[in-house]
Each structure stands twice: as C-alpha cells, then as structure tokens.
C-alpha cells in the first residue's frame, strides 16, 4: 500500500534522494572516511531503484507526469516528467554516476575530504537527474544552475590550488551566463506559449516558430546550449575545468554536465528546430566546434587535456548533428551521446588511474606503459579506438551515420557541400589524437623522469572501466541487441513522433560514409606520422591564441569599468552626495510641472508690501549671505545665524503664530548655546577651501533652490485654500477643552506627532549620551589670535545674577506651561525655558556644582516625560476609547475660581519633562566634555563659555 | 474597539522608555527587556496578519478624532507585512548584538533598538502623510545613535554623511507635504487621494512636483540612484547587528513609495494616475546597474554585501515601476526575501571578520579561520540567495518580478539589466568566498599572533541560520506566501477601498460633541 503510494511521487523522490543523500554523505564522514563513498554508492542504487518500476512506460509508449502546484500565479509547477529522453539521460546519470563513485572511492587520497567530495557529487547527480527530469521549464532552469553551482564545487575541490579556483571560476561564469540566458529564453518561451510546461511546449512548435519572439528566444536558449556544451565561442572553459579531479572529469566532463546542453538541444528539437536560424545557429557552431577541438586535442600534452579537446569535439559533432534538423541526424546524435558517455567516461578513468600511478599526466613523460599496467593499456587502446571511429566499437557505429547525415546535408543548400570535407578533416585529427593517446602513453619507448613507479591500480578501480570497455565493444559488435532498445525509445522521447526508420547494422556495403571512415583512419594514422612538423607548425603559429586571454582581458576590463564607476560617484564626499540629492529634488520640481500642462501660480491676489516687512526680509536676505559667506570667522557667523532665527520668529508674529514664535525664540536661545559648545572643539583652522570650479557650481546650484523654492511656495500661496483646519477652530473648544488652538492641535488632536517628536528629542539626548561616552577630544588651550583663555571660571556677578534668575524662571516656565491650553504657551515652550534657566546654572557655576545641587539623573527625567505622555494614551485605552483619547472637565476650586482640568495637560506634562530633560543632557554632556578636555590639558584653563 | 493595530507601534515605545529607567540596572536586565519584548512584537505581528486576513483595514483613530482631522493607524495586509519582517529581522539583530555582546560596546543600544521599532511600526502603520514624516524622524535618530553605536573614525564619518543627506531629505519632504497640504488641505492620505481624484487642472501641476520631490525623498531613505550615496559607507562600517537591522531601513522608503505614491496617485487619479512610475522603473534600472559594479568594486565582504543590498533595493523599485499587481506580489515576496537574507549577510560578515582577525573583511588571502568550513557553506548558501540563484528564494523572487515584466513595454530592458546585473554580482560573489574561504594563506605565514581571529561564535551563529532559514521557508512555502502577497498587491491596486475604510471609520462615542464644518 505505503509502496503504491510512494510511486506516485517517485520522480522527485529520484532527482531529489541525492540532495538528502549528501547530507548523510557529508554526516557519515564524520564516522569513517569510507562511509560517504558507500553513503553515495547507496544512494544511487536507491535512486535508481526509484526509477526502475517506471521504465516501462517509456517503453510502452506514455509519458510519465507527476506535478504539483508550487507557484501557480506564474505557472511554476513541482513537475517532473519521463519519457525516452529523460530515461536515457536518467540511466546515463545514475548508472555512470555509480561507475565514478567506485572509481573515485579508490581515487582521492588520504589527504582529500570524502564527506565534502561524495557530498558535492550527489548535489551534482541531484541537479542532473532534475535537469532530464524537470517538466517545468523554470523548475528546469532551477536545476540547470544548480549543476554550475555544484560543478564550482567540485571543479574548485582541491581548493589550495590556484588553477582549480580559477578553472572554477571561469566555468561558473561562462555557465552561469549561459544559464541566466536560457532563463531569459524560458520566460519568453513561456510568454508565447503562456505555460512553462514542457507538454504545452512540445505541443506549440508553430506558434513558437511563428512568432517575433522566436527567434531571442531561440538566442538565449542556445547560449545557454553552447556555454553548457562548451561550444565555440564558449568552448575554452572546459579545458581549464580539467583541474577538478578526475572522477569529477570523468562524469561532469564527459557523461554529464557538458551534456546538458545536448539534453536541451534535444528536448526543444521539436518546437525550435527546422528554420534556417537554427540550421545556421546549431550547425555552425557544431562544425567549428568540431573542427576546433578535434585539432586542439592533438596539441595537448596533457591527457586530460587532450581528452578535454576531444570532448569538445565531439560535443560539436552532436550540436552539428542536430543542427541538421532531420529526424535521421537527431537518432545518430542520441546514439553518439551515448556511445561517447561510455568510451569518454572510461578514457577519463584511464587517465586517472595512470596519474593516480605515475604521478603526472603529461604525455611527453608517461610512455610505455604498457609493460607496467597491461590491463589498464588494453581498455585504454579499446577505448580510445571507439573514440577514433575504429569498425567493431560502438564510436564506428554513430560516426557512420554521422558521415551519412553529414552527405545529406550537403544536398540541402548550396553552401553546404562542403561539409562532408569538413566533417572528414575533424576525423582525421580525431583518429590522430586517438593514435597519440595510445601510442604516447603505452608504447614510445620508456617513462622519462616519473615521480612514481607505475604498477597496475587496485583491483576495483578498473572495475568501472571493464564494464564500460565492455559496453563499447558489445555496442559495437551486436548494436540490435544492446543498444537497440533505449535507443529507440530516447529518440521517440526526443522526437515526440514515431522514430523514423534506421538501420543500426555494422555493414551497410561499401557506401560513401565507409569511405570517409576509411579516409580518415588512414589520413589520421598520416597525420599522427608526420606529428613533428605540425607541432613545430602549431607552436609557432597557433598556440599563443589562448581564449583564456580574452576571457581575463574582458573580465579585467570589467572590473576596471566597475572600479571606476564605483569610485567616481560614490567618493565618499559628503558635498558630492549632497550636490546629486539637491540637484535631484529641483530636476524632480521641474518634472512635475512639466508632467502636465497647468498654471505655475493660482489666481489669488498678493498681499501689499510694507516697509518694514521688506526692511525686515532685506535684513533676513543679508544674514543668510554673511553666514554662508563669513563661515570661516565662526562666532560672527553663529551670530549671524542667530539674526536669520530672529527674523522668523519675527515672521510668525507678523503672521499671528505667537506659538510658533515662542517656541522659535527659545530654540534658537538653546540651539546657539549648543552651536558654541561645539564650535569650542572644532581645529582653528578652517580646511583648503574648495576649488572655484566648486563654488560657482554651488552658487548656482543655491540660487536655483533658492528660486525654485520660491517659485514652488509662490504656487502654493497663490491658490485658494480650504483646509481642514477649520475643524480644528470649530472643535478646539468643545472638543478638546482649549481656546489654543495650537496647543491643542499639539496634545490632541495631532498627540501622536508630538509624541513622536518628543522620542526624537529624548533619541537626539540619549544619542549625544551615548556618543559621547568616552570620547576625548583635544582643546585648544588659546585663541585664533593667540590669547588664553580667560582665567576667571565663573565671574561672580554672572554667578549671582543667575542664581537669582532661577526662580524667576521657573515660575515663568511653570506659568506659560499652565496656561498653554488657553494662551500661547504650553509644555514644549515651558520645557525650553526651564531648560535654558537650568543651562544658565550649567554656564554660570559650573557642572560640579550644578550637578551637586541637581541630583536628578536626566534620563530618569526623559524616561518619566515619556512615560507619563504615553500613560495618558494608555489610560484612556483602559477606558475604551482609542490611544491619546483625550477628556476634560471644569473644576470650581475657591480662591482660583472655576478652571477647566484636560487629562491633556498630563501629555503635555510628558513634553515638558522630555523637552527639559534632552536638552539639559545634551547640552551638559557637550559641556562635561569640554570640562574634561581641559583637565586632562591644563588645571588651570576656565571654562571655554567665557570666551 | 480593537486596539491590535496601535500596539505594533507602543509596544516598543513603553519597552524603550521602560529601558531609559532600567538603564541604571545593568545591561542584563536591558537584555532580558529589549529581548522580551522584541520577541512580544514577533508573537503580536502573527496576529495582525492573521486580523489583515480577516478584515481589510483595521482603522485606528488616535485621539479618537475622525479621519482627516485626527491621525489614524490603518493596518490591512501591507503593513501586516512590513511589521511581521521587521520583527523577525529585529530578533535575530538583537540575538546577535546580545551574544556577541555587541550591545556593550557604547550607552543606549537597546533604547535605541526600541525607539528605531517604534519608529518603523509606526512608519508602517500610519495613514497620515506628515505623522510619517515624524516617524522618519523618528527613525533618523535612531539609526543615527544605533549607526554610531561603538563608536570609531570610519563609523563616524560615514554616520555624518547618513544624517546630513537624510536631514536634506527631511526639509524636501516639509516642502513636499507643505505644498500638498497648501493644495489640498489634508494630510491624510485616503483624504489626499480623494481631493486629488477632483482637483482642478490647473493645480495638477503643482501637485505632481510635489509628488516627484516626495519620489526623491523616499528615494533617498530606499537607496534609488542617484540618491544612494550616503547608503554603502554607512552600512559597511556600522556595527553588525545595526547594520543588520537597517536591511529594513531601505524598504521603508519603498514602502512609503507603495503606500504614499500608490494611494494618491492611484487609478482615481486622473491624469496623474501613475505618473511617477516610468521614473521608478528606470531609476531603478539605473540603480542596479550602479549596484552590480559597485558590488564588483568592493574592497570588502561589507561593502560588497552594502552594494548588494542595494541591488536588492534597486529590483524591488523595478517591481514597483512596472506597476501592475503581478509585479507588485513579485515585489513584496522579493522585499521578505531580500530583508532577512541581507539581514543574515551582514552579521555572517561580522562573523567573517572576527574569524580573520587582523585581516578583518578584506578581500586578501589570510591564514584559515577557524570553523572556516561552517562558515564558507553558509555564506555560500547566503551569497546564492543573495544573487538569486537557484534554488532559494533570491532566484525565485527574480523570476517572479521577470515574468511580471513580460507584459511590459520595458520588458527587454528589464530582462537584460536584471540578468546581466546578476551574472555580475555572483561572478564578484564567487571571487570573494573563493579569495575569503579558499585561498588561505599556509600556517607558517599566517601564524602571527595578529592574525588570529577570534573562534566562531556558535551561539551568534544562530542568528544567522535563524536568518537565512527564511530563504528555504519562501522556496517552500511559496505557493501559500504568493497567494498572500498577490491579495495584498490587489488590494493596493485597489485604492478606493482603501480611501473608504479611512474615511468612513466613526469615532467612538463620547461626551462631547463634535462640530462638523458647515458646507
């Protein structure tokens, strides 16, 4: 029953086993060195168990489909599909997958982490199976990445060594832009087809082909085929992936990954192929990749080198295959992947075991191997023959019908006839790095200079290699009773027809292909020959052309254009910031009035001038100028700033705004005593002043504010206004229990900005607290003229005069404080004045004292403020009512006679206390500083608030 | 009368002020406080979500005054959202600044922590446009104390800049709110959109130039090109747990650009309907870019992961520019994503940094850090998700704001930056792990005592797994987590409801009566 069920979802169970099997692979390292290598073998055995109930349906004809929803507003499904393809690229996957986790078992040595490597092989094997298996376009996307992903990984294995990270690098990149195209690809795919599911897909060839879009689509998803593939002009990481190590070449390198690509070709052959930008596309990049790779593998000295070229060979040899776009070329491109999964895979072996044995892998030092390890040399000659094309070995087989195909195509168009000519140079340069291999490694003479003695590797290492020599020569020798079957059923996956008719017979007759066979193994064996000459030939003319060059000259350039563009705007100047945020916010005024075609200004009429107003704004205008222009005399500009604070002020009683000009009057009181405090501690000389460039750039930039902002107040003022303050006039008193209006906009009707102001007033005191926790900062012990400061610390007619200050002020603040709600005042003005009469005492006497005689800590006093503001919203929740809902009522009380009591007074309470105790703390704790700076300087020096 | 909605935004005040009086009693009990409560805003946020679910708009009328004379908090599923993210981030922010004791290393940490949720809750929750400006205010100062928090050269220098650029951003958004007030006569925001909805032509104007230089402000706090300046330097040399918090502050700038520019300019707009966001969509083109070479440009792991959360920025403006509902659902599930993830990245380059001692975050060989092999899988794991590859959340997130961008006139454009963007962010990624984790410098040579770093801190490393844990959850649980943000796209595009709920929501009855103004 649990068994029944499970093959409802045994699809995912199979490409996502592994995933959980490298977690345990990684775990069970931790026990024994061993056990990940058995935790991998087991884990593809059940995988593969997992897929063996369902392989006859492929045989049977059905497709298999398992989905479920995942993000279905986008039409991402959880879907996994089986058909023939998917079959044999499954079985390729795990049976291969299985073969190299034996051989690699053997491989890695003491010195190499299983866990990590057995755990990143799975990921791999996961990420495969997901690609062949995906029915979901972006699922399969998902995993096409993760495969670049894990092959980082793995590639980057041996990561002290310089060549692997780089190698990795190079993969991830050309694959990982390979995969973001094929992503771009997918959703347009998709958009046409309006489903990312392959059935939908396969079912839309015409739509597909039809449409604009068709071909960027057929773009992005070939550059995700060719860098994948490794097909020129993207062939050149492949090479440099060879310093993964071998058993990882060996799956990535030749069964696996760079078929992915393949797998891709095939999957969309239906819906893509048959136009002549495919045929262009496809088989141009097949034919040059072939020819290349097939002329560079004779170069390597490497083995793994040679073998790297070779795979890119043939992975053009396919891409050309399909490229053809006929139904007979597409079945010997399916053959050929397979049939070079197997040699390929087992040549990789090869090479491994003899580095793993000789220590080196260069072909001018190993010779003559075949005395030393005689069973390796024999699955290596049969193996490298398949490679060749040699008749009894299954390479002969699809390198017929590839001769076949590649007549036919001559026929198609006129430019093609060439391509038999082509097709038979590639193979004769593949018969030869065939030969080199063979005749380089085991014959011509003796090993020079080896590291180690070669001998013949453990037992079980030649194990997978056996079974896939074997296979070669079984495919070979009776291709209708091995191959046949999944042959047939992977072409009719990839097809989604009926396969058409081929023969699959070793002798077809003495036709044209045996020929071109027959041409290239002589013309090959010629070439191997007469090696000297072209290898001078290739050393001096072709082998300085290193993609790699180009690669890392773009990657540098790149990297040169970020630096620069990245250091030039973001320099870390504050100025430069501040210019682009300015000049932003004027473009962005100067958009919106040109967005839509409207009057700049309303059709109110402008109130008449006086001559005071414009003598006061005249005085205004001058003091903003003297400040900017006389910054670098600090005080005079301070005061200046000061007249700029006055003024406005002054506006806001012009205009009827008592509140506004109380409270304006006191911050400015209090922030002049902060500016001082600070200006005490900046150097004496002001820093080079920017270029001329700079501050024409400035001026205009200020002037356009200045107008703009003008222009934009101008258009407000001079349109009608109907706000909602008239509520506020209406409610003020039967609502919120005051005739201030001001005032009670402030602690009711808008309470929560205020409450929000007063916590960036308590934020702004604990913030110069806790800044300036610690911190020391050299005092200048004179003048900018040279001069000490004065001696005398705290003159006593100051001293005398603000001790008797004090209460008066208090009773001030507590007066305006009462009366707030009704008349201008209230707790944010009362909680300026009580602190500045506190300040004053600060100045005067000195912190000691003052400290001495004020023994209340101020975060207590802001801590309570905001305290009791807040309790009043939260009594009057208790209540039942909203946050801040306020109440009042009248009182009779003799003597003062009848008053009105607002449970608002309590927030405003919470202001006062906040406002006084911020600022005494701020303020205080600039002054402690300065105190401290002269202690540690000189006992002697005042106080820096009589200069 | 519910009072659900309010208490996102008083929790952490009362905890904040709790702290300024428990200051005096030891950093522990600031701990024990500031992390209960923190955790006490999780647990709360759970139930606004579900509220949001349940009702459209829960409308909260502070002081018990009606809109558009009172404040009111509107909670529907957007700022469910918000709230819910923050508090999460928040958490694992606090977990790690409590163990590795980051929290001693200057006065205020958690009051300050406390005020900064105030201030995000509340700039989440509020439906009036100037208490959001007093609640940018509020998270100004804060950030500005926390940016500060521990103190040193850089540190100091970057936070000017933070504070200057911000408080230039300030006065803008004073002009901007003064001149939609001078036009239309409210601040709140449903009240907004409806007098926008019938104002004369001829003041459209002037209320579009107000609109675009309220665009540039909240461009400023979200990091929107060419605004972004003060955003790298301070995010890179801030204290970890800070620097992991402020994944949230970006958002709120987009958050305000959904909510202000989404509500006001909305389909009733008329000829302002959407105005703003062919700018969006390409500044945030812009911005991508920008940050894909800057993140190819860092010097270090905390710059790098700066840059890349200004690519994060920069996507999710491109969702918003490309104004649809799909795109905007894309959006919102790349925001949960990018938040936390930026989130875990900024304290696992913390742990980076400790681990390499004298060779701090800077992309050089240094000698093999201890628990080098955790570290490097993790941050693998983040820098994936990070530059949306497959197969966490980061990719997923990408391809959803993508598919949204097909039905786009801009869609090429869109397609190509996104992806190009990306393939140069993972390039850089890959090369900074590779020279961090893999090309480590041989004993003999690293084996000055300078150079030792300090062992991994398992117990700090739990916020970042914690962190990161949101990725695979979003890959998971896509399907339910879509369907949420695709009803909270709708229900934004769907601005009318909204104006509805605000204005028709009646105070509770009380004594006193209320005047109404006379037509």
């Keep these: 029953m649990t068994l029944t069920a499970l093959l409802n979802f045994n699809l995912p169970i199979v490409a996502l086993l592994p995933f959980v099997g490298a977690v345990f692979a990684a775990w069970a390292s931790k026990i024994n060195r061993l056990a990940s290598a058995w935790v991998a073998a087991f884990v593809t055995i059940l995988s593969l168990a997992f897929l063996a109930p369902l392989m006859a349906l492929p045989f049977a004809g059905e497709t298999l489909i398992q989905s479920w929803q995942w993000i279905p507003s986008i039409g991402l499904e959880f879907a996994f599909r089986l058909d023939g393809l998917a079959l044999l690229f499954a079985l390729l996957i795990l049976v291969i997958g299985l073969l190299v986790i034996i051989y690699a078992r053997y491989y890695l040595s003491k010195k190499d982490s299983m866990g990590r490597f057995f755990s990143y092989f799975l990921m791999f094997m996961g990420s495969m199976l997901g690609v062949v298996l995906s029915e979901n376009l972006i699922q399969l996307v998902v995993f096409w990445e993760l495969t670049s992903l894990t092959s980082f990984l793995l590639i980057s294995y041996w990561q002290h060594r310089q060549d692997a990270r780089a190698g990795a690098r190079m993969a991830l990149v050309i694959t990982g832009m390979g995969g973001l195209a094929l992503l771009a690809g997918v959703l347009l795919l998709g958009h046409v087809v309006g489903s990312y599911n392959l059935t939908d897909v396969l079912a839309s060839g015409e739509l597909i082909q039809s449409h604009e879009l068709y071909v960027p689509i057929l773009i992005l998803i070939l550059l995700g085929v060719f860098t994948k593939s490794a097909q020129f002009p993207f062939h050149f990481w492949l090479p440099h992936a060879m310093a993964a190590p071998t058993p990882v070449s060996a799956y990535l390198h030749s069964a696996t990954m760079v078929k992915a690509g393949i797998f891709l070709l095939a999957r969309f052959f239906p819906v893509l192929s048959g136009s002549p930008e495919w045929a262009w596309l496809v088989g141009g990049a097949g034919l040059v990749t072939l020819l290349i790779g097939a002329y560079a593998a004779l170069f390597q000295h490497d083995m793994k080198g040679l073998l790297a070229y070779s795979t890119i060979s043939h992975l053009g040899l396919i891409t050309l295959l399909f490229g053809f776009g006929t139904e007979l070329a597409a079945v010997a491109a399916i053959f050929h992947i397979i049939n070079h999964a197997t040699f390929k895979a087992s040549l990789f072996m090869v090479a491994g075991i003899i580095d793993h044995e000789t220590g080196t892998r260069d072909m001018r030092r190993i010779n003559g191997l075949l005395k030393y390890m005689p069973h390796t040399a024999v699955l290596a000659i049969i193996a490298s023959s398949a490679m060749a094309g040699v008749p009894l070995l299954n390479g002969f087989l699809s390198k017929e019908m590839f001769f076949d195909q590649a007549l036919t195509a001559s026929h198609t168009s006129s430019w093609a006839w060439g391509i038999p000519f082509l097709v038979v140079i590639a193979a004769v340069f593949s018969v030869a790095y065939s030969l080199r291999f063979i005749h380089d490694v085991f014959f011509n003479g003796e090993p020079v200079n080896l590291p180690k003695t070669p001998h013949e590797p453990p037992r079980f290492m030649k194990i997978p290699v056996d079974l896939l020599v074997v296979i070669c020569l079984a495919v070979g020798i009776a291709p209708m009773f091995t191959v046949a079957p999944i042959l047939a059923v992977a072409v009719a996956g990839t097809l989604q027809t009926t396969p058409p008719e081929y023969s699959l017979a070793i002798w077809h007759g003495f036709n044209l292909p045996l020929m071109m066979s027959f041409v290239a193994l002589v013309l090959g064996g010629l070439v191997y020959f007469y090696r000297k000459r072209l290898f001078e030939w290739h050393e001096s003319n072709v082998a300085h052309w290193d993609a790699r060059v180009i690669f890392n000259a773009v990657l540098g350039w790149v990297n040169a254009l970020a630096t620069v563009v990245t250091r030039s705007f973001d320099k870390g100047s504050l100025q430069h910031a501040s210019v682009w945020v300015i000049a932003t916010g004027l473009l962005a005024g100067f958009i919106g009035f040109a967005t839509v075609s409207a009057p700049l200004l309303g059709e109110r009429a402008l109130l008449p001038m006086d001559a005071i107003s414009i003598l006061v704004v005249i005085v205004l205008i001058l003091a903003s100028v003297l400040t900017v222009t006389l910054h670098q005399k600090r005080l005079v500009a301070l005061i200046m700033l000061g007249v700029v604070g006055l003024i406005v002020s002054l506006a806001f009683v012009k205009f009827s705004a008592p509140d506004l000009a109380l409270t304006q009057l006191s911050v400015e009181v209090v922030t002049v005593v902060l500016l001082l405090l600070a200006l005490y501690f900046l150097p004496q000389t002001t820093p080079k002043e920017t270029s001329h460039f700079r501050v024409s750039r400035d001026i205009v930039i200020a002037v356009l504010s200045g107008v703009g902002v003008m222009l934009f107040t101008m258009a407000v003022l001079s349109r009608d206004f109907s706000p909602i303050s008239e509520f506020f006039l209406l409610n003020s008193v039967p609502g919120g229990g005051g005739t201030n209006v001001v005032n009670v906009i402030l602690v009711d009707f808008r309470g929560t900005d205020t409450l929000g102001e007063i916590a960036v007033l308590a934020l702004a005191g604990l913030g110069i607290y806790a800044m300036l926790q610690g911190m020391k900062l050299p005092a200048p012990d004179h003048d900018s003229h040279g001069r000490l400061w004065n001696r005398d610390l705290h003159p006593e007619i100051m001293q005398t005069l603000t001790r008797l200050l004090l209460p008066l002020m208090t009773m001030i603040a507590i007066y305006i404080f009462l009366r707030g709600h009704n008349l201008p005042g209230g707790g944010f003005i009362a909680g300026l004045i009580a602190a500045v009469a506190l300040i004053v005492q600060y100045l005067a006497n000195g912190i000691a004292w003052t400290n001495d005689r004020l023994k209340f800590d101020m975060h207590w006093v802001i801590g309570l403020g905001l305290l009791i503001a807040t309790a009043t919203g939260l009594v009057a929740m208790g209540l039942g009512y909203p946050f801040l809902t306020t109440t009042f009522t009248y009182l009779n009380w003799p003597v003062v006679g009848k008053f009105e009591v607002a449970s608002a007074i309590a927030f405003d309470l919470g202001v006062f206390l906040v406002v006084v105790g911020a600022t005494v703390l701020s303020l205080v704790e600039l002054g402690k500083l300065s105190d401290q700076s002269h202690k540690t300087q000189s006992p002697l020096k005042p106080q820096q608030e009589n200069s | ?519």
Excluded: C
């Excluded at chain 2, 500060?148 to 300030?170: C, D, E, F, M």
């Excluded at chain 2, 949306?388 to 704001?401: A, C, D, E, N, R």
């Excluded at chain 2, 004993?443 to 000055?448: C, D, F, I, L, W």
């Design chain 2, 1 to 519: 009368m519910s009072h659900l909605t309010a208490w996102p935004v008083f929790l952490p005040l009362i905890t904040g002020f709790f702290l300024i009086i428990a200051h005096m009693g030891g950093i522990r009990l600031q701990r024990s406080i500031s992390f209960l409560a923190t955790l006490g805003l999780v647990v709360l946020s759970f139930f606004l979500v579900s509220a949001s679910m349940s009702v459209d708009h829960h409308v909260y009328l502070l002081g018990n005054w009606e809109a558009p004379f009172g404040i009111v908090l509107v909670l529907d599923k957007l700022s469910a959202l918000m709230v819910i993210i923050t508090s999460i981030l928040a958490v694992g922010a606090l977990w790690y600044a409590i163990t590795t004791k980051t929290d001693e290393k200057g006065a205020h940490f958690h009051i300050l922590f406390q005020l900064q949720l105030f201030g995000l809750n509340g700039a989440f929750l509020t439906g009036d446009v100037f208490n959001l400006f007093v609640f940018f205010e509020v998270l100004l100062l804060a950030s500005y104390g926390l940016l500060l928090h521990g103190s040193g050269r850089l540190r100091t220098k970057a936070g000017l800049h933070y504070v200057v650029i911000n408080l230039i951003g300030s006065t803008l958004f004073l002009f901007a709110v003064g001149a939609l007030y001078g036009v239309l006569g409210t601040l709140n925001m449903a009240d907004m959109a409806a007098k926008i909805a019938a104002a004369p032509s001829d003041d459209l104007g002037l209320i579009a130039a107000a609109g675009l230089l309220l665009l540039v402000v909240f461009g400023v706090k979200a990091a929107m090109f060419p605004l972004y300046l003060w955003m790298p330097r301070a995010y890179a040399n801030t204290s970890a747990p800070v620097a992991a918090l402020f994944a949230i502050m970006t958002k709120v700038g987009i958050y305000a650009i959904i909510r202000v520019h989404g509500t006001i300019f909305s389909d009733e707009a008329g000829d302002l309907a959407h105005f703003y966001t062919p700018w969006v969509l390409g500044l945030g083109l812009v911005t991508l870019l920008f940050a894909a070479l800057g993140v190819m440009a860092a010097h270090g792991l905390r710059e790098q992961v700066a840059y890349l959360v200004l690519a994060s920025v920069a996507t999710l403006l491109i969702g918003v520019g490309l104004n649809s509902p799909e795109a905007l659902s894309a959006t919102l599930y790349y925001l949960i994503h990018s938040t936390l993830i930026a989130g875990g990245m900024f304290l696992l380059a913390d742990l980076v940094l400790r681990g390499r001692g004298a060779y701090e975050d800077r992309f050089e060989s240094g000698p093999f850090m201890p628990g080098a092999i955790v570290i490097g899988s993790i941050f693998m794991f983040g820098a994936i998700a990070m530059t949306g590859m497959p197969p966490l959340s980061g990719f997923f997130g990408k391809v959803l704001i993508l598919n949204a961008a097909l039905d786009s006139s801009w869609f090429a454009w869109v397609i190509s930056t996104v992806l190009i963007a990306g393939l140069l962010m993972i390039l850089s990624v890959a090369r900074s792990g590779s020279l961090i984790f893999y090309k480590t410098l041989s004993q003999e040579a690293g084996s000055g005592s300078s150079a030792v770093g300090e062992p991994l801190n398992r117990m700090a490393f739990v916020a970042v797994i914690g962190l990161f844990l949101a990725s695979p959850v979003l890959v998971i649980f896509a399907q339910p987590i879509t369907a949420f943000t695709d009803l909270t796209a709708t229900q934004l595009f769907n601005s009318a409801d909204y104006i509805q709920a605000v204005l028709s929501t009646e105070a509770v009855a009380t004594t006193a009566t209320v005047v109404e103004i006379k037509p």
